[in-house]
């Protein structure tokens, strides 16, 4: 069977006496789902049942579960190349042409890749960037960094300092030094009647004129605020946050680890808003969650500044895995399925589809408000529509109705903020889920708000 390991004992036995999952407490996992094949959509556990996935796993399967040629190409490239080192001096083809490739993709400032195996490290590896950069130029104090609450950039220890989700900090603390929080664009809980993207933008240079512009060396943000509630921005925000940023002399470093590859319906998120960001870090849908992938693109003018380092000051950042050739190779199989198969249109006008059916569930009495972009959506829960008073609690027992219905949702649990949130269920299907998958989603969901009440 399945569920059953060689020496008799149980899958989940085993698993809960030997493994330890990330976010992890033994009553979480005390009936786990242990996943043993998925296609498309759909994820299947060795008892047998079927679910239907709406958050792409872990916002990552952009191109959909089982794509056999990414099995393909990853098993090419090993029996070529395996391994082989990218430190400066050696290199490999998969790392060199996605490295192109990724470039050509992303902002017409952009010039150069630093590969990573995952959207932290690459969040990590952009604070060193920018520290780099700033101390290549004369300014040594310019080490800070500022985020937004509701950021959410991995859970490493600088990447951790920059989440600004309080439940990531409590047992780790204390965060990193030199990092802190300001508003986020978050239109449906901005307080009075301003606007929430010049806001938010203006907060950031409150920020930088509190601490000294001279001590600023960047901004992260999240085109989407992705897993802090799928918090779409006025299209006012980051035309004003770049301006500031130009004003101070402060880098944008946009995290793109979920936004990218075709989730908004743009390549890259920042697309919608006609602005360049100085770093755009990535993951996730690089190679669709098929291999452990991520990265770093810097703009001309930074890879400017590296390239003219004298050898006292060269880049001393790595890791041994940096340009894996079969991670990279199955990077360019999976962009070239996305190219082929038109999915960045795809997500936009069939995200567009599945939000119109989401939005037909507001008229139920605790949905507060339906957002998204792309194949990117949520539903924020509320005690009540006219105080937007948020709702607790509620989100675990509609996420549990919908898993007893055969769909996979994430809860982003109420925070208390600054600014207060309700429950949020967040959603990220596959690029290429069919229409009718997307209307089931629909319906479980209204079926599960409503048992839920």
Not at 41 to 55: F, M, N, P, Q, V
Not at 231 to 244: A, D, G, H, M, Q
Not at 274 to 283: C, E, Q, R, T, W
Not at 284 to 309: C, E, F, N, R, W
Request: proline share 6%.
């Amino acid at each position: 069977m399945d569920d059953v390991v060689p020496h008799g004992e149980s899958l989940v036995a085993s698993d809960q006496r030997h493994l330890i999952h990330p976010l992890h407490h033994p009553k979480d996992h005390a009936n786990p789902k242990v996943f043993v094949s998925a296609h498309g959509s759909i994820l299947r556990t060795a008892d047998g049942k079927e679910y239907i996935d709406s958050l792409s796993a872990l916002w990552n399967v952009n191109i959909g579960h089982g794509r056999k040629e990414l099995a393909t190409a990853a098993a090419a490239q090993m029996e070529k190349l395996a391994y082989a080192s990218a430190y400066a001096g050696y290199s490999n083809e998969p790392a060199i042409k996605l490295a192109e490739r990724i470039v050509s993709l992303a902002y017409d400032n952009m010039s150069a890749v630093y590969f990573t195996t995952g959207g932290a490290e690459s969040n990590e590896s952009a604070f060193k960037f920018a520290r780099y950069h700033w101390k290549r130029l004369g300014k040594p104090n310019k080490v800070k960094i500022i985020s937004r609450r509701y950021g959410y950039h991995g859970v490493t220890l600088a990447a951790m300092s920059a989440t600004s989700l309080p439940n990531y900090h409590k047992m780790f603390g204390p965060t990193v030094p030199q990092f802190l929080q300001v508003a986020p664009p978050y239109p449906y809980r901005w307080p009075g009647n301003g606007d929430a993207g010049i806001g938010a933008a203006e907060a950031v240079e409150e920020a930088i004129l509190a601490e000294g512009a001279d001590t600023v060396a960047a901004i992260i943000a999240e085109p989407i605020q992705g897993s802090g509630g799928v918090i779409v921005p006025p299209p006012s925000y980051f035309p004003k946050l770049r301006e500031i940023c130009d004003k101070y002399n402060v880098l944008l470093i946009a995290d793109e680890v979920i936004t990218g590859f075709g989730r908004t319906g743009e390549w890259f998120g920042l697309g919608h808003y006609g602005v360049k960001p100085d770093l755009l870090s990535f993951a996730k849908g690089v190679t669709s969650g098929y291999l452990p992938l991520g990265g770093v693109v810097i703009s001309k003018a930074m890879h400017q500044v590296i390239t003219d380092a004298p050898v006292e000051e060269k880049f001393m950042h790595a890791a041994t895995y940096s340009g894996h050739p079969v991670c990279c190779a199955v990077g360019l199989a999976n962009i070239n399925i996305m190219e082929k198969e038109g999915m960045v249109e795809r997500a936009r006008v069939q995200g567009d589809r599945f939000r119109t059916g989401l939005e037909t569930l507001s008229s139920l009495p605790c949905v507060g408000e339906v957002r998204g972009i792309g194949m990117l959506a949520a539903i924020e829960l509320v005690e009540d529509k006219g105080s937007r008073a948020p709702a607790k609690g509620l989100g675990a027992k509609v996420v549990a109705q919908a898993m007893d219905r055969g769909l996979i949702a994430r809860l982003r649990a109420a925070a208390d903020g600054p600014p207060a949130s309700g429950d949020v269920i967040c959603f990220a299907p596959p690029l290429s889920t069919p229409e009718t998958t997307l209307d089931r989603i629909v319906q479980i969901m209204g079926e599960s708000i409503q048992a839920a009440m």
